[in-house]
Structures are given as C-alpha cells and as structure tokens.
C-alpha cells in the first residue's frame, strides 16, 4: 500500500538529493552543466518506463491535507473535480467525461468499478498543459505504472495521456493533473471491454490464430482434484510467445515469457510454458499472448496437460505469487529447490514506493534461473545460465509490487538444489523528474523547433524495416544528450557534443524497434530540430 505521507517522503528526499549534489559539485569543482552531464552518462535511463511522479511534489497530495475541505476547493478557487478520493467524481465504463485544472497544483480523481475482468483503456487530452495520470486500485496500489505515458505532438502542444489495463472486479481511481503547472480544460475517454474465455478440457489441445500482435486469448479450465498442470504453446510458426495462469478469484499465480527465455537457452523454441501442482478445486484461466510487434496472424496450438497427485519432497516457498514470500531490502533469504520432475519453483515478493535501482542475486554456488515479473503478469527480466552469477538482475523500476521466481536451471537434475536470494534496493540515481513518450520517430523526416526542460526526458520509438544505418541528431543552440539502446534494454551508443551543443548518432542496425533518450543538459526549458535519417544497406 502507498504511504499516506509519501508527499513528505518525497519533499525530504529530494532536499536531501538536492544538497547531496552540492555537496558533490563542491567537491569535484564541477559546474551544473558538467556535473548534470556525468549524472545521465553513469546512469541507463532507459529503463524507466511510463511517467514518474517523483519530481512533482504537488502531484502527491496528502488527502489529510490541512488547506481542503475534502470537497476539492482549494484557496477559495471553485473545483470542478474534487482533489481527493473523497468526493471523488464517478464515472461509467464507456463514456466520455472532461474538466478543468483550475490552479497550478490541482488534481481531478475520479472513481469507477469494475465488476468483471476486462481491458481497460483510458485516453485524457489537453491541449493548454501537459497532462499527466495516475490510475490506482481501492489499496491505493498503482495500477501497471509502467502503461501509463504522456505523448505530447511538438508542432500543436497538444498533450494525451492514455493507460492501458487487465483489471479485476474492484473499485478504481484515475487522478488527472498538470506536468507543466500549466491549466485550463481537457476531456477524457473510458472503455473497457470484457474478456470473452475460452472453456477447455483437461489433457487437451486447441489451435487458434493471434490476428494481431496485441491480442491476448484466454482459455478456462477445471481442477477437480489435486494435481500437476503444465499449460503450454506449440506450433506457433517461429513466433514467440507469453502466458500466465490465472486462480479461481482471478490472482495472478505464475507469468512466463518465451522470448525472454531464449536469452537464458538458444536451444529450444520461444514458446512459454508454465508447470505448477495445483492443489485447490475450481476454475482456473491462461492467457495467451505474443512478444513480437507488429506481428499478425500467429498460429499456435494451447495445451493444458494434467496428472493427478501431489508433489514429492518438502516445500520452503510458495511456488505461486499467492503467498509468495516477502523480502525486504538487504534482506538474504535461504531456499531449496527439492522437487525434481517440476523444478521446484520459489516465488518471492516486493514493494517500492518510488523510481529504485533494484540488484537480484544468487550469491551461493547455485545454478538457478530467475524471473522478475510485475502485478499484471509482464516478465521484466528472465536470466540464468549453467554458470555461477548468470542469474543476477539489475534493473530500475517503477513504484508497484514485483515478483521474483527462482528456479533450477536444469529442471530434470534430481538433487537438492540450496540456494540464497539477496535484494539491494537503492533510490533512483535519475536526475529526471519525469519520462515524456513522444512516439514514433520517423525515418528520414525532421521534427522542428521541440521544446523541453532539463527535468524531463523525451523518448522516440524508432521502428526499422530493413538493415542499414541509422543517423539520428538534433540541431539548435540547446545543450542536448542522446542515447540509443535496442529492443531488449541494451544500449547501442550515446552521445553528447558532436556538433558544438548537439548530439549525433549513427549506428549500424537491423530489422526491430529502437528506442532514442533525448536529455536537455541546459538549465531550464531548451528547444531544437530533431532529425532522423536511414541508409539502406
């Protein structure tokens, strides 16, 4: 659950980071400009996805706040929309709705439920500040942080915010309010549609195509007695797949992605597959999903294999997000992978409050794998290997609540396999206040006179058909910073001052999608002409 006074937390934390990088400054003779530049050049900002509110302290309102009325009003000025959860404005699935920011500061929550699972879709534009959001469950837990972005289009000002969702039956909140401390008026849309399942027998097959790349499919089926159930996908043409398993009240118990895996193991295909004894009677779901972009018309055949019984040897830890065991900061935590003919897999649990530096590690002699999964069921990280260390993760994350599953490399190796679990979490080394995603980036093309601050990030999704090279640059008298990293986090190059104030990349690549980082080293706001051109090869 988030801290009541996480708007306390924060200011403190800031003020500290705030001096701290005086400090560091005195210390090391650096200008601003110099010291902002080794910040971003020690630190792969990348991987922060979605908008990150920890530089905004108005954004996070205490609702015990001493200066409202719990109604919304603040400093005598009429509020459309009331700040807080209380009060807040209800909405229905598959409307339109709209209002006005009227202070710098102000917030607009609005409440919804949902009363079966489905797909939720939310899409706020303005066209007078840049408006940002934050959608949240009934434990105030944010709700896949990591799908929540702002595109802003640099020849119109015009700004939207969208976030997309699978959510459970519950209550919900969606908070609206100004990056830029601008206001005036925006409208909004909700839809939600709900998932159609598809029911399945035990022990049997079904074919079925995914027509688009971001199609999900689900499948039920029922457990009647305790037993070991393997759901999986074959015959999917060379496309790689994910899935999760899904319990009778709709908690995600296990996620598993193919594609990631075959960075763990070349051999094999990018198919998932997820084994676990199931214990408890009732209706239990899969979903179905492709890892490729752009992809259509994906053939797969879904399997649901069962055999009755209970598995062999003890069990230390939950093998299900369900009752995964908690670990905590600096925290080690001893575990044993006793079961041989499913691996034995070991689930564990972890809350942030804010943007964090997170290291997973297996520090004994052990070869495991590890995933990193967040609360909708997307695999962050999957490593491992036959070599000690091959398992570790470091990774930046968003606020939210995050699984790791532990399990032995070789799942048909029958001894004992001990094991210790260490979590490092650390605040966010970012000098950011938040990630603007501006969305594709054409080829051969120019974006004139883009504006940004020193307090944020923009992000460009670059999307290559065919092999060649790729110059990406910008030109202006603003101090700019690039970095460009491929599909899977890894960063190709970066640079800072190729052309006086500007940077300049040029890389070789190949078919996929790339991701361009553009900061702005000046103080303040800066504008510049971005330029994208490709050479096929």
Same mark, same amino acid.
């Given at each position: 659950?988030?801290?009541?006074?996480?708007?306390?937390?924060?200011?403190?934390?800031?003020?500290?980071?705030?001096?701290?990088?005086?400090?560091?400054?005195?210390?090391?003779?650096?200008?601003?400009?110099?010291?902002?530049?080794?910040?971003?050049?020690?630190?792969?900002?990348?991987?922060?996805?979605?908008?990150?509110?920890?530089?905004?302290?108005?954004?996070?309102?205490?609702?015990?706040?001493?200066?409202?009325?719990?109604?919304?009003?603040?400093?005598?000025?009429?509020?459309?929309?009331?700040?807080?959860?209380?009060?807040?404005?209800?909405?229905?699935?598959?409307?339109?709705?709209?209002?006005?920011?009227?202070?710098?500061?102000?917030?607009?929550?609005?409440?919804?439920?949902?009363?079966?699972?489905?797909?939720?879709?939310?899409?706020?534009?303005?066209?007078?500040?840049?408006?940002?959001?934050?959608?949240?469950?009934?434990?105030?837990?944010?709700?896949?942080?990591?799908?929540?972005?702002?595109?802003?289009?640099?020849?119109?000002?015009?700004?939207?915010?969208?976030t997309n969702s699978t959510l459970s039956p519950g209550d919900y909140y969606l908070e609206l309010y100004s990056m830029d401390d601008n206001i005036g008026d925006y409208t909004s849309n909700i839809s939600f549609q709900e998932i159609v399942k598809t029911h399945v027998e035990l022990n049997s097959i079904t074919d079925d195509i995914l027509e688009l790349s971001g199609d999900e499919h689900v499948f039920s089926f029922d457990i009647t007695e305790p037993g070991k159930t393997t759901i999986y996908v074959s015959e999917s043409d060379g496309w790689e797949t994910k899935g999760t398993l899904i319990s009778p009240s709709d908690d995600l118990l296990a996620a598993y992605n193919g594609a990631l895996h075959l960075n763990i193991d070349s051999g094999g295909s990018g198919d998932f597959i997820?084994?676990?004894?199931?214990?408890?009677?009732?209706?239990?779901?899969?979903?179905?999903?492709?890892?490729?972009?752009?992809?259509?018309?994906?053939?797969?055949?879904?399997?649901?294999?069962?055999?009755?019984?209970?598995?062999?040897?003890?069990?230390?830890?939950?093998?299900?997000?369900?009752?995964?065991?908690?670990?905590?900061?600096?925290? @080690?935590?001893? =575990?044993?992978?006793?079961?041989?003919?499913? $691996? %034995?897999? #070991?689930?564990?649990?972890?809350?942030?409050? !804010?943007?964090?530096?997170?290291?997973?590690?297996?520090?004994?002699?052990?070869?495991?794998?590890?995933?990193?999964?967040?609360?909708?069921?997307?695999?962050?990280?999957?490593?491992?290997?036959?070599?000690?260390?091959?398992?570790?993760?470091?990774?930046?994350?968003?606020?939210?609540?995050?699984?790791?599953?532990?399990?032995?490399?070789?799942?048909?190796?029958?001894?004992?396999?001990?094991?210790?679990?260490?979590?490092?979490?650390?605040?966010?080394?970012?000098?950011?206040?938040?990630?603007?995603?501006?969305?594709?980036?054409?080829?051969?093309?120019?974006?004139?006179?883009?504006?940004?601050?020193?307090?944020?990030?923009?992000?460009?999704?670059?999307?290559? @058909?065919?092999? =060649?090279?790729?110059?990406?640059?910008?030109? $202006? %008298?603003? #101090?700019?910073?690039?970095?460009?990293?491929? !599909?899977?986090?890894?960063?190709?190059?970066?640079?800072?001052?190729?052309?006086?104030?500007?940077?300049?990349?040029?890389?070789?690549?190949?078919?996929?999608?790339?991701?361009?980082?553009?900061?702005?080293?000046?103080?303040?706001?800066?504008?510049?002409?971005?330029?994208?051109?490709?050479?096929?090869?």
């Open positions: 659950m988030v801290d009541k006074n996480k708007n306390q937390i924060v200011n403190k934390t800031l003020a500290k980071r705030s001096l701290d990088n005086k400090i560091k400054k005195r210390k090391l003779g650096l200008t601003d400009k110099q010291f902002k530049k080794s910040v971003l050049k020690s630190y792969d900002i990348k991987k922060i996805s979605g908008f990150k509110r920890s530089k905004l302290s108005h954004v996070i309102n205490s609702e015990s706040d001493s200066e409202s009325d719990g109604d919304g009003d603040t400093g005598g000025i009429n509020d459309d929309h009331s700040n807080f959860r209380v009060g807040a404005t209800s909405i229905v699935l598959n409307s339109t709705f709209g209002g006005i920011l009227e202070q710098a500061g102000d917030k607009d929550v609005f409440a919804f439920t949902v009363t079966t699972l489905g797909d939720i879709s939310i899409t706020s534009t303005a066209n007078d500040f840049v408006i940002v959001g934050c959608l949240h469950d009934s434990n105030d837990a944010i709700v896949d942080e990591e799908n929540h972005a702002t595109t802003v289009n640099p020849d119109t000002g015009e700004s939207v915010f969208t997820i084994t676990r004894y199931i214990t408890e009677p009732g209706t239990y779901c899969a979903t179905v999903a492709a890892t490729n972009e752009n992809a259509e018309n994906i053939p797969y055949t879904f399997h649901v294999d069962f055999e009755a019984g209970v598995k062999s040897g003890g069990d230390d830890h939950s093998d299900f997000f369900v009752g995964a065991t908690p670990i905590s900061n600096g925290e @080690t935590i001893a =575990g044993e992978m006793v079961s041989s003919d499913d $691996g %034995d897999p #070991d689930c564990f649990v972890f809350e942030l409050t !804010s943007n964090s530096d997170v290291s997973i590690t297996i520090p004994e002699e052990s070869v495991t794998n590890q995933a990193l999964v967040n609360s909708s069921g997307e695999v962050i990280r999957m490593t491992g290997g036959d070599t000690i260390g091959e398992g570790d993760i470091f990774v930046t994350l968003g606020s939210g609540t995050y699984f790791i599953i532990v399990d032995r490399y070789d799942i048909l190796d029958p001894n004992p396999n001990p094991y210790t679990l260490s979590l490092v979490i650390e605040e966010s080394s970012g000098s950011n206040g938040g990630v603007i995603l501006m969305g594709d980036l054409a080829l051969n093309s120019t974006i004139s006179d883009v504006s940004m601050t020193d307090q944020n990030m923009l992000r460009y999704k670059i999307t290559i @058909t065919e092999s =060649g090279v790729l110059d990406v640059k910008t030109t $202006g %008298d603003a #101090d700019t910073y690039g970095i460009l990293y491929d !599909s899977d986090d890894n960063e190709l190059d970066n640079d800072d001052d190729t052309d006086e104030f500007n940077f300049q990349i040029v890389q070789s690549v190949t078919p996929g999608d790339y991701w361009l980082n553009i900061e702005l080293l000046d103080d303040g706001t800066g504008t510049f002409d971005l330029v994208a051109t490709f050479l096929a090869s």
